[in-house]
């Protein structure tokens, strides 16, 4: 009679696992979203750095009195710069955007905003990213959306850019602004 060795079972059951893992994970409730333990509780900080020749970004502009986003930038990033056309549309509707620019030079993201339009009301710098690991951001852009008093409503993590801005991001910012 041959006997099965343990190891042999290893492979099957590493798999299993896996197999496991990914139905669970498709059947979450939002399989695209990722959970921000901030939503429904104030905004952390922002970062005491300013970008040179920028209005900087203060306490008092997080809990203005006004539906506010804040958005994590960096002029190296890609996906910023395709959002970058839509933070300026939504500055032009007089929506108060605060930029926290990181992990980047100050001379680049200055640059950057000086050639392509700068659609912040205040503009933070926080070269290391420990503001960003405050806020839970995992890569730039991430934009959340405050209410008037500076509790965090939303976050959402990547451009606002195409169907995903369209489907969640509007969506929850249409409802913070009463819309």
């Known amino acids: 009679m041959a006997r099965i060795r343990p190891m042999m079972l290893l492979p099957p059951l590493i798999f299993a696992g896996f197999v496991i893992m990914a139905g669970v994970g498709m059947f979450r409730d939002d399989p695209q979203g990722l959970p921000s ?11 005491d750095g300013v ?27 890609p996906p910023c710069r ?43 710098f926080d070269p290391q990213g420990r503001t960003a690991i405050d806020w839970g951001v995992t890569a730039p852009p991430e934009t959340f959306i405050l209410d008037g008093q500076g509790k965090v409503l939303f976050r959402f993590a990547g451009p606002l850019v195409g169907s995903d801005y369209e489907q969640r991001f509007m969506p929850a910012l249409n409802a913070a602004l009463g819309r």
Not at 89 to 96: F, K, L, S, V, Y
């Open 37 to 47: 333990t901030l939503v429904g509780q104030a905004a952390p900080g922002l970062p």
């Open 51 to 77: 970008l040179d020749g920028f209005p900087p970004a203060t306490p008092e502009m997080l809990a203005s009195g006004q539906v506010t986003l804040v958005n994590f930038w960096a002029s190296w990033c």
């Open 82 to 124: 395709a959002e970058h056309p839509r933070l300026l549309e939504m500055q032009a509707e007089g929506i108060p955007i605060i930029g926290v620019n990181f992990k980047d030079q100050q001379g680049t993201a200055a640059k950057y905003l000086t050639e392509d339009d700068n659609p912040f009301v205040g503009v933070a």
